[in-house]
Structure formats: C-alpha cells, structure tokens
C-alpha cells in the first residue's frame, strides 16, 4: 500500500523534464500510430482527415454532417471537400434525412466499410500489442491520463460516445 501512494504522489511533482519526456513519448507514439494507416491512405490520395471522417461514420452510422464537424472540430468547407471526394470516390453515402430533409445521413458504402476495416486493424494491432506490453493497470493509467488532457467539451463528447457505444 505504501508503494502506491508513494508512487502516486511521486506523480504529482513531476520535473519539466519529465513532462517533455512525456509531450516527446506522446509525439512519437502518435507517429507510429498513424504510421500503417498513412501507408494505406497514401495508396489512395488520401489523408488523416479522411480517415477521421471515415471511423466516425463507421462508429455511428447515419451520423449527421453537422454532428461529424461537431466530433471533428474542423471547419464545414474542410469536412466537405473531403466528403465529397470520399462520395465520389464510393466510400461514403450521403442520404437526405428521414425528419429533416435538410440534414444529411452519412453512411460507409460497402467499399467504405472494407477501407475502414483495414485502417482499424492495422490500429487495433498495435494497440493490442502495446496494450498487452504494458499490462491492465498501465492501460486503465493510461486512459485517465488522456481523458485528464482533453478539454471539458471534448471530454463529453469522448464520453458521450463511449457510453452511446457510437
């Protein structure tokens, strides 16, 4: 018990030092983490905001273009110009809304769906690898470290989407 505590208010002096290590480690493992999916969308013309767009119309599908720049937190001429080239390229369906016909429902074609899977598994690869590395109590560390760094809005829309299952 006293190696817990002691460990956990260690945590809270942290030296700048130690924090730049932490901002550095957090770069690199971003690098290598978007590594694979780069190397497919690459293949395609495509870049990492087509593929943002492209997991959270899988994760809720018939998810609103204004929901998706709500998610996205990129400007409405950013997330069009890359939707349309998804549209006309067959990977997205924009279908007009059931209630308001003003709103747009995204939906992953089946071509969509494949490109998605295989963004994700090349993910979910690695991550499964460094989760299985690091062991449960690091990866439960080290999901409150990234919920603690996202803003409150951010944070309930993490949240919200973690809860929905979306």
Same mark, same amino acid.
């Given at each position: =018990? ?9 945590? !809270? ?12 480690? =957090? ?41 998706? !720049? ?8 950013? %997330? ?5 080239? %998804? ?27 494949? !490109? ?10 690695? =991550? ?20 603690? =760094?996202?803003?409150?809005? !951010?944070?309930?829309?993490? %949240? ?7």
């Amino acid at each position: =018990m006293g190696d817990a505590t002691s460990s956990s208010e260690s945590l !809270l002096f942290l030296t700048d030092e130690q924090l730049r290590q932490g901002i550095e480690a =957090m770069y690199f493992a971003y690098r290598g983490f978007t590594a694979d999916p780069d190397r497919i969308l690459a293949t395609m013309a495509y870049g990492r905001a087509h593929h943002r767009a492209i997991h959270f119309i899988k994760r809720a599908p018939g998810t609103t273009v204004t929901n998706l !720049l709500a998610i996205l937190g990129v400007t409405k001429q950013s %997330l069009n110009r890359v939707l349309r080239t %998804l549209i006309e390229d067959g990977l997205v369906e924009s279908r007009v809304g059931t209630t308001d016909r003003r709103e747009r429902n995204l939906y992953l074609t089946e071509a969509g769906e494949a !490109l998605e899977n295989r963004l994700s598994d090349a993910q979910r690869a690695r =991550m499964r690898s460094a989760y299985r590395d690091a062991g449960p109590e690091a990866v439960a560390g080290f999901r409150r470290v990234l919920e603690a =760094m996202m803003d409150g809005e !951010l944070q309930r829309q993490y %949240l919200s989407l973690r809860e929905t299952g979306q």
